[in-house]
C-alpha cells in the first residue's frame, strides 16, 4: 500500500490553463503539506493542514489554493498556470507538527507549463 | 530560524563510508537534527534525527557533538543505490521542516 499517493505523476498543460493535483495518505496522519521542488531542486513549502485547517501559507501565488475535504486529502488547484509554476510538487504527511515526527512525502507530480 | 550549512556534493566509490558533516551553528535548545535522503524522481525519505551524542539505526549514524553546532552524517559501507541528495534539517515543534540546498552524494563503482 502507498503511504501518500499523488495523481497525476505527470502533468502537461498550456500556459493559462486550470489544472489539479490530489494528494491522499492513508497513514491516519493529522498533518498534510504541500512542497514545490524547482529546477535547481530547492524544496520549498508551500502549504500545510492540521485536521482539515490551514496552518502554514507560504508566500505562494493566490493562482495556488489548496483545499481539505478531509484530514487524509489535500489537493491543490492551480489557476492560469505560468511557465514559472514548472516545478515537481511532492505532497506530504505527519502525525502531527512535533519535532520528532516524521514526514513521509509522495512520488511527487511533475508539472509542465507550455 | 537557524540554518544549516552542508557540502554541496561528495563522491565515493562503493564499499567505502561517506560522513556528511553539516554545520548549524545557531541551533536551538528545542531543535532537532534530521536527515533525510532523496533518490532521483522521489520524494525525500526520514533517515535518521537526534538531539545530542550518538544516534545508529539500520541505514546510518548520526554523531552530534556536546555543543550541537554541527552533526555528522555517518552512512557505512555505501553502494550504487546511496547516490542520492542527503538533506540536514532542524525541526522543533510546531515548526515546518525547512529543507536546505542538501548535498549530493555520487556512488561510484
Known amino acids: 500500500d502507498t503511504a501518500v499517493s499523488q495523481t497525476p505523476k505527470y502533468l502537461v498543460t498550456q500556459m493559462g490553463n486550470d489544472k489539479s493535483i490530489k494528494c491522499e495518505q492513508n497513514l491516519g496522519h493529522d498533518t498534510m503539506y504541500w512542497y514545490k521542488q524547482d529546477s535547481k531542486k530547492f524544496l520549498k513549502i508551500m502549504f500545510s493542514y492540521n485536521n482539515k485547517e490551514l496552518i502554514i501559507n507560504e508566500t505562494v501565488p493566490n493562482r495556488f489554493s489548496p483545499k481539505s475535504p478531509d484530514k487524509a486529502h489535500l489537493n491543490l488547484h492551480i489557476n492560469s498556470l505560468e511557465l514559472g509554476d514548472s516545478a515537481v510538487y511532492f505532497c506530504?504527511?505527519?502525525?502531527?507538527?512535533?519535532?520528532?515526527?516524521?514526514?513521509?512525502f509522495g512520488q511527487g507530480t511533475r508539472l509542465t507549463v507550455v | 530560524l537557524a540554518k544549516t550549512t552542508q557540502p554541496i556534493s561528495m563522491d565515493s566509490y562503493e564499499g567505502q563510508e561517506v560522513n556528511i558533516t553539516c554545520s548549524h551553528n545557531?541551533?536551538?535548545?528545542?531543535?532537532?537534527i534530521t536527515w533525510y535522503q532523496q533518490f532521483p524522481s522521489q520524494g525525500p525519505r526520514f533517515i535518521i534525527q537526534g538531539y545530542k551524542t550518538k544516534v545508529t539505526n539500520e541505514v546510518a549514524s548520526l554523531f552530534i557533538p556536546a555543543d550541537r553546532k554541527s552533526s555528522t552524517l555517518s552512512l557505512p559501507r555505501v553502494s550504487l543505490s546511496d547516490t542520492a541528495v542527503y538533506y540536514c534539517?532542524?525541526?522543533?515543534?510546531?515548526?515546518?521542516?525547512?529543507f536546505g540546498g542538501g548535498t549530493r552524494v555520487l556512488v561510484k563503482p
Open positions: 534539517l532542524l525541526k522543533a515543534a510546531g515548526n515546518k521542516l525547512t
Open positions: 506530504a504527511s505527519s502525525q502531527d507538527s512535533g519535532a520528532t515526527t516524521e514526514a513521509f
Open positions: 545557531n541551533i536551538a535548545t528545542n531543535d532537532y
